[in-house]
């Protein structure tokens, strides 16, 4: 477990912050997404790749998580004891910033495929949505990345 | 843009990481791994034993150093979620009971119907209140007089005692209905009275200064609250003058059982079936068999043993299971970084489970009516704590105060005064 750990972590954790921009909510996704692979050891086919299996649960969580915060922010102004997180433009990239504006469904796919290198099939099933809706969700995300003229600016523009 | 270019740019994004984030993350899973692969005995609440409490709490006094600290406010959601295996953040409103049943809240201005769904209802300007067994009636006290309520408000019956039977602000004073429904134990002034659940044949019991009643027999001073034998049978048990716990038949005033109480005791509940009392001071919590002595009317006890609890904790609220020998607990510690409490589920030399850890103060600590979960209540942050046994997520409610505001009253953080009934 514990190479597993060294091997997936940075990962995981990546991938998560990059669908929930959360700091603190990227680390509980990729921890929780750790303890449920412990809790279902004895379940797991050892003859199947672990790393789409963690990905399968932490991209999943990470949508999750975004629905609740978007429910969240929609229901009125609440009194949390929790204080607000730094915003992005402290934190992050033109590239981040540009991600952040796709909605949460299309930065899964965008991170699923360019970040984490799954095939479109690979992620249909990950996500368990058609394929053609794999496929319109990536061409969006990646049109809207280019409308912003952000996301040039980060990838061919600066090589 | 091509895909490498892409896939470029999301790998070389800085990714803001709190100090030691992958490491915290590898204790939790490493400690997660080696549990699953030595197993304890007793399912979920032999998951953490006595060291994994000591290594909990080491972490939690890492943590509450980390509150303090500019990143605090990251990890006090860690805190939080990551101890609570996955609490989540607050809603923020009280829409629905979890797990079911109703709840009992005493307010400034009265108590309080909670129904599953959320809606509430105020019954009245009643100093406390409690329970029938079956969640038909409330027992509610306001300066001499005893009320039988409907759940609606609409009031059974009453009777004028000689003395103030309301203790305001003191859970411990509340008048207690027994799991038969056939009698309501209260105190009136120094005097413990039954009185039958139709509000006749009111009787005195015990008391603290009665010169007719031998010393051993008198209730204590400090006014232990009575706790019922949850067998249905009416059997009171109470703390008595001597520091003793002596069991009574309530119908007769028989003496079944008596035992040296803990001292200082502040606390007592009878549950687990009938097999356990729980004796509570802030610094020690017992559990105490019980069991039918050769006459399955006739209970006898048997030794009490203490629970472990962490050294320096103070005891703010503790509850037996229904059903189980399982105690919950509130505790609080204090070290150098600050004060930080916890919920913990205990057993007799045998194993411990943090439930939650959070900073500052947490209050009391209540069973569901089937024993699975728990409702930890959080003043500080105005919060209700509901706490699943087993699997499945914790559940936050905020704003609670607010939702129990009426009038003109400012309000006030209530207290819970039941979880009812057994489906």
Not at chain 1, 15 to 32: C, G, R, S, T
Not at chain 2, 53 to 72: H, I, R, V
Request: charged residues 25%; positive net charge; proline residues 8%.
């Amino acid at each position: 477990m514990s190479e597993l750990y060294s091997m997936h972590w940075r990962g995981a954790y990546r991938a998560a912050f990059l669908v929930v921009h959360d700091a603190v909510a990227a680390e509980d996704i990729a921890q929780d997404a750790f303890l449920a692979a412990v809790d279902a050891l004895e379940r797991f086919d050892r003859r199947r790749p672990f790393r789409p299996w963690l990905h399968r649960i932490v991209v999943n969580r990470a949508l999750d998580w975004t629905r609740r915060e978007s429910l969240r922010r929609r229901v009125d102004s609440i009194e949390s004891v929790f204080e607000p997180l730094p915003p992005p433009g402290e934190i992050g990239s033109e590239m981040m910033a540009a991600l952040k504006e796709l909605p949460a469904e299309q930065r899964a796919v965008v991170v699923l495929r360019h970040l984490l290198e799954y095939t479109p099939g690979e992620i249909a099933r990950m996500l368990e949505l058609p394929r053609g809706t794999v496929n319109s969700r990536l061409r969006r995300g990646l049109d809207r990345l280019r409308e912003t003229g952000r996301a040039g600016a980060v990838g061919e523009g600066r090589r | 843009m091509s895909d490498k270019s892409l896939a470029r740019g999301l790998r070389d994004i800085p990714i803001p990481e709190s100090a030691g984030v992958e490491e915290r993350g590898r204790r939790i899973v490493e400690a997660a791994f080696a549990e699953r692969q030595h197993p304890t005995r007793g399912g979920l609440e032999g998951r953490w034993r006595l060291p994994r409490l000591a290594l909990a709490l080491g972490l939690a006094t890492l943590l509450a150093a980390l509150l303090l600290s500019p990143a605090g406010a990251a990890v006090r959601d860690w805190v939080d979620e990551a101890i609570t295996n996955g609490a989540p953040r607050p809603e923020p409103n009280l829409a629905r009971i979890p797990g079911g049943g109703k709840l009992l809240v005493q307010t400034g201005e009265g108590p309080w119907v909670v129904q599953p769904d959320g809606s509430r209802r105020l019954l009245g300007d009643y100093e406390t209140a409690s329970w029938s067994p079956h969640g038909l009636f409330v027992v509610a006290a306001k300066g001499r007089t005893l009320s039988a309520l409907e759940p609606d408000g609409t009031q059974r019956w009453s009777l004028s005692a000689g003395k103030r039977v309301a203790f305001p602000g003191r859970r411990v004073a509340s008048p207690v209905w027994s799991p038969s429904g056939e009698r309501i134990a209260y105190r009136s002034g120094f005097d413990l009275r039954v009185v039958a659940g139709d509000g006749t044949e009111d009787r005195l019991l015990a008391s603290t200064i009665d010169a007719g009643i031998p010393p051993d027999a008198r209730i204590s001073p400090a006014y232990v609250p009575p706790a019922w034998s949850p067998t249905g049978a009416d059997q009171l048990a109470y703390v008595t003058g001597a520091g003793r716990v002596r069991i009574l038949d309530s119908e007769t005033g028989a003496v079944l059982a008596a035992a040296p109480a803990l001292p200082n005791v502040t606390w007592m509940d009878w549950a687990a079936g009938g097999r356990k009392i729980l004796e509570a001071s802030p610094g020690t919590l017992r559990l105490r068999p019980v069991w039918p002595a050769g006459h399955p009317t006739r209970p006898a006890l048997g030794k009490a043993r203490s629970l472990p609890l962490p050294p320096d904790a103070s005891v703010v609220d503790a509850a037996l299971a229904p059903e189980r020998s399982l105690v919950a607990a509130s505790i609080t510690h204090w070290k150098e970084h600050g004060t930080y409490s916890e919920i913990v589920v205990l057993r007799p030399g045998k194993s411990a489970r943090v439930m939650l850890t959070v900073p500052g103060s947490l209050g009391q600590v209540v069973w569901s009516p089937d024993g699975r979960r728990l409702l930890a209540t959080w003043p500080g942050a105005n919060q209700w704590l509901f706490l699943p046994l087993g699997r499945g997520q914790g559940r936050a409610v905020a704003n609670i105060s607010t939702a129990f505001a009426s009038g003109q009253r400012a309000a006030s953080f209530p207290r819970i005064d039941g979880w009812c009934c057994r489906r």
